[in-house]
T-cell receptor, first 114, second 112 residues
Framework: NAGVTQTPKFRVLKTGQSMTLLCAQD?????MYWYRQDPGMGLRLIHY???????AKGEVPDGYNVSRLKKQNFLLGLESAAPSQTSVYFC?????????????FGSGTRLTVV | GEDVEQSLFLSVREGDSSVINCTYT??????LYWYKQEPGAGLQLLTY?????DMKQDQRLTVLLNKKDKHLSLRIADTQTGDSAIYFC????????????FGKGTTLSVSS
């Protein structure tokens, strides 16, 4: 999706391994979000950031850490991957909390933990 | 806590109208949204409605909002096979430190 780039697109991890997912935006938006999508569960918020240097927990933060050292990048880390973290991860951005344009989403990262 | 409810599946024939329903919990939500997700893709904003509106029409799409019942619906006229996707209803509760809350999604299947 235009403006939001997620890397990698696919990844297979072994239980206990670590990895970092990168979300990069070129729209100069303040707010960035990480969601996970699981079948029948919709999208659930993991962590979010309201600006450079800030992070906050969402609905399902356990097992994940995040950093927003630069305004354009939002990193999601898994320190010790577990099979329960097998999911599709989406990054989203918005200019504000209640933006009437909604959020702009990346194309997702499909992660499998074996 | 907040929860957005949707039926999980809807099956229609090509050319029929589709109606996807959603109920939300925060009566103070300012904006309500419909997103579309095609297989293997991210989410695209389909349309949104401001809370002081009852209806919004955009080509084949009609959004109806009943604030009293906290009910939102999306009607797709003349449904096409290309409309087959998952449709998510979403709201942003009117409180600081919150983000978009999504329903579980309605899978629309269109048969020819």
């Amino acid at each position: 999706n235009a403006g939001v780039t997620q890397t990698p697109k696919f990844r297979v991890l072994k239980t206990g391994q670590s990895m970092t997912l990168l979300c990069a935006q070129d729209m100069n938006h303040e707010y960035m979000y990480w969601y996970r999508q699981d079948p029948g569960m919709g999208l659930r918020l993991i962590h979010y950031s309201v600006g450079e240097g800030t992070t906050a927990k969402g609905e399902v933060p356990d097992g994940y850490n995040v950093s927003r050292l630069k305004k354009q990048n939002f990193l999601l880390g898994l320190e010790s991957a577990a099979p329960s973290q097998t999911s599709v991860y989406f990054c989203a951005i918005s200019p504000g909390q209640r933006a009437n344009y909604g959020y702009t989403f990346g194309s997702g990262t499909r992660l499998t933990v074996v | 806590g907040e929860d957005v409810e949707q039926s999980l599946f809807l099956s229609v024939r090509e050319g029929d109208s589709s109606v996807i329903n959603c109920t939300y919990t925060d009566s103070s939500s300012t904006y309500l949204y419909w997103y579309k997700q095609e297989p293997g893709a991210g989410l695209q904003l389909l349309t949104y409605i401001f809370s002081n509106m009852d209806m919004k029409q955009d080509q084949r799409l009609t959004v109806l909002l009943n604030k009293k019942d906290k009910h939102l619906s999306l009607r797709i006229a003349d449904t096409q096979t290309g409309d087959s996707a998952i449709y998510f209803c979403a709201e942003i509760p009117n409180q600081a430190g919150t983000a978009l809350i999504f329903g579980k999604g309605t899978t629309l299947s269109v048969s020819s």
